[in-house]
């Protein structure tokens, strides 16, 4: 596209670059799981991957296809495809990619779910090693000569530790390693990945992307820095293609295809949709995020703040260098003896709810919710305190959000 403005790109590179029919300005969401062909030669071309074109909604249909452009448009990446959700665009690209015998280096601070499916992996086989990705040394003693893969974040749920990306990409790229960068927290407006050479970016697109708390979605981009010629996992059927298309299309075949977490095409218009102000919302949530960081830090039932925003941060300055803001999301541990749950409960404008990148201000305890099932010893690893507070900064008002803090605070006791 001959356009460089993020929001430009997003806004019209469905309409200019698709050409939806009858002037329609967004590819119409297409129901339709099956696809016709005139002549079966046609679809006989699509199957044999001739010619590009739709055979099953499972893997592909017109509206999967525009979100996908979309992406690729945003990461100025050279492909992607999208999933159900962010779980499954990360566990399909890693079981995809991965096999037994293989060895995975991951950051110790994933969100969640991702930490979780670490024991899915290691009963496939599949070798994990948790590592301190704060620190691109710690990432190298952890390499060994069947690790495949480097999986990160950028800024890591709740702590916001900031990965030592520039490290992990150079050394990732040196030793010819697969980089794969789960960029949910600070989306292409916030970072592009390719800056420090990330092979793959994997984003829930459920979060900043699609925005509304509507839409469950996955996505999955090729920056087109890897060498996939080089990388040993690579199925005989993809071969016949080019080197470049061969990472994406067997997570293609052998994820979506055969595994089948694909995304519907309604989902995916909401995403696409959401996505046209991702850039304004980014604005205004980064924006309250760091307003309501320094008044949480000034204010005297506030024992700490996690935000990398305040210049206390141990990574404010790497912060400052990679990314256009810091992120929207920032924790709080309140001084001793004052009861958390007391000062969800006093909030009345932010919501008690899981979740973030939501349009709406968010907040809960997290040793007891997202990350109970983890256990002491690796909330421990991770930095999480048993009173620790997360919350994820919506588009509101700034004052009305300084307003519900300062009262929630007040009738703390
Ligand atoms: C939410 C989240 C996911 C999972 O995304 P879903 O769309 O909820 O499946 C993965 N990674 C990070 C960093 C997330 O915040």
């Not at 981009?221 to 994406?248: C, M, R």
Request: charged share 15%; net charge negative; with cysteine.
């Amino acid at each position: 596209m001959k356009y460089d403005g993020f929001t430009t790109r997003l806004v019209h590179a469905d309409r200019l670059l698709n050409r939806p029919q009858n002037g329609a300005v967004h590819h119409p969401s297409t129901n339709s799981v099956l696809f016709e062909y005139e002549d079966i030669q046609g679809l006989v071309d699509v199957f044999q991957g001739k010619v590009a074109g739709h055979a099953y909604a499972r893997q592909s249909c017109g509206t999967i296809a525009a979100l996908q452009t979309l992406l690729t448009q945003m990461e100025k990446g050279v492909g992607a495809l999208t999933f159900a959700s962010g779980m499954a665009a990360i566990t399909t690209t890693l079981l995809t990619l991965l096999k037994a015998g293989d060895h995975l280096v991951m950051s110790q601070y994933v969100f969640g779910n991702t930490a979780s499916f670490k024991e899915t992996l290691e009963g496939l086989g599949i070798q994990v090693s948790l590592v301190d990705v704060t620190s691109a040394e710690q990432v190298e003693a952890a390499i060994l000569p069947h690790t495949r893969a480097v999986f990160t974040e950028t800024i890591a749920n709740p702590v916001t530790q900031v990965a030592d990306l520039v490290g992990i990409g150079e050394l990732c790229q040196q030793r010819g390693i697969l980089f794969v960068v789960d960029n949910t927290m600070t989306p292409a407006y916030l970072f592009n990945c390719s800056s420090v050479k990330a092979s793959l970016i994997v984003s829930s697109l459920t979060k900043y992307i699609a925005g509304h708390g509507n839409a469950l979605g996955g996505a999955v981009v090729d920056t087109g820095l890897f060498n996939w010629q080089h990388y040993p996992n690579i199925s005989e059927t993809v071969k016949p293609q080019p080197p470049a298309t061969w990472g994406l299309n067997q997570v293609k075949k052998k994820g979506l295809r055969d595994m089948g977490g694909c995304l519907s095409a309604d989902t995916a218009h909401a995403i696409s949709v959401g996505m046209e102000t991702l850039a304004l919302r980014m604005e205004r949530a980064c924006s309250n995020a760091q307003i309501v960081a320094e008044f949480l830090a000034q204010h005297p039932k506030v024992n700490a703040v996690y935000f990398p925003g305040l210049p206390s941060h141990p990574h404010y300055e790497r912060a400052k260098t990679l990314f256009k803001y810091p992120g929207a999301i920032l924790s709080i541990d309140l001084v001793d003896g004052l009861d958390p749950h007391q000062l969800l409960n006093n909030l009345s404008l932010i919501l008690n709810a899981t979740h973030l990148g939501d349009t709406r201000s968010l907040g809960l305890p997290v040793a007891s919710t997202i990350f109970y099932e983890s256990g002491a010893e690796l909330r421990q690893k991770m930095g999480i305190n048993d009173s620790m507070l997360r919350f994820s900064l919506g588009i509101e008002d700034p004052d009305d959000l300084l307003n519900d803090f300062a009262q929630a605070l007040a009738c703390l006791s």
